[in-house]
């Protein structure tokens, strides 16, 4: 059946709700959009007329669609070179959806986003769609055809499991610039001591290249090996510049509500660094170099008013 201009406006009414669901959901810009217009097809093809609450339907179809790209998913990462990171989102994409509660803005986390790969899809779905958008466990189970009670369970265990493997801490946007600008100068100093100082003991830095930007393929863990490895890759070199084609810029800015580092070389961001910020110092940096994962950014970043550089790298 052929929509009405009013029922196309409906559906544009809930595209930036069903867009923030389904990266959550995801941990892709790209693959969210793709499916939130499968989602407007299916809206399209159906007869609005007898959907009762176009928004319980238009989540239901939009979560079960990012539930089968999650299952396919994750046979491709299996392939995938090297570390996979999500597609990082900076300050202002609408794509971050609500961020009115602790909950909220965790959820989209550049931290939450990469632990949440160790659920399974009914899990990450019960997750996002309970503590991000606040769904009553009645609907989610309705949207997964499980039993209330199992929804429940399910969500818990969620819970439980990335509660394990993070302890983070909010800072506020004049904290975090704080903290990076910080963490430049320490990295800058040519000296190992200053950086450890700003590390856990157990911190970690991980790098996602896709094969197409070299990235190490296991992470660099402990405040040693970390300090070490960032010392050596904000030494200046010609290597370095002749691998990127150039100088880059190095910016502190917000990407998915956390401190980061944007690296941009002539307008175009090459390099999204997120720092995860808790009580005892950096525990992780994850970085996202990955071109075809920056595309986004780089739009953002066109657009935003990002201020003057701290760096010059290499």
């Not at 899990?123 to 503590?131: I, K, N, S, T």
């Not at 969620?158 to 430049?184: Q, S």
């Amino acid at each position: 059946m052929a929509l009405t201009v009013n029922d196309v406006d409906r559906f544009e009414a809930s595209r930036p709700r069903l867009q923030a669901i389904a990266y959550r959901l995801l941990g892709s810009a790209s693959d969210a959009e793709d499916a939130v217009q499968d989602t407007f097809l299916r809206w399209q093809a159906a007869d609005v007329d007898r959907i009762e609450v176009p928004e319980a339907w238009l989540t239901k179809v939009v979560t079960n669609l990012c539930l089968n790209q999650l299952t396919s998913a994750r046979a491709r990462r299996e392939t995938y070179v090297g570390q996979w990171l999500p597609e990082p989102l900076l300050a202002g994409d609408p794509m971050l959806g609500p961020a009115d509660t602790v909950e909220q803005r965790e959820s989209v986390s550049y931290a939450v986003l990469a632990l949440m790969e160790r659920l399974s899809p009914n899990e990450r779905a019960v997750y996002v769609l309970r503590g991000a958008f606040d769904y009553p466990h009645r609907r989610i189970a309705e949207i997964l055809d499980v039993s209330e009670a199992a929804c429940q369970q399910i969500y818990h265990r969620a819970k439980k499991h990335v509660a394990e493997g993070r302890a983070r801490t909010e800072v506020g946007e004049a904290a975090a610039r704080r903290i990076v600008g910080e963490f430049l100068e320490a990295a800058t100093s040519g000296r190992t001591e200053p950086l450890v100082r700003l590390l856990t003991d157990d911190s970690v830095s991980i790098g996602d290249g896709g094969g197409k930007v070299p990235a190490r393929a296991t992470a660099f863990e402990g405040a040693i090996a970390v300090a070490k490895f960032m010392r050596g890759l904000f030494k200046p070199g010609k290597a370095k510049r002749n691998l990127v084609g150039g100088s880059p810029e190095v910016y502190a800015a917000t990407a998915n509500n956390t401190p980061a580092l944007v690296v941009v070389l002539d307008g175009r961001v090459i390099g999204v660094m997120c720092l995860e910020i808790t009580a005892e110092g950096i525990a992780a940096f994850r970085s996202q170099v990955n071109p075809d994962k920056l595309e986004r950014a780089t739009r953002r970043w066109a657009v935003s008013d990002h201020g003057e550089p701290l760096l010059n790298a290499f």
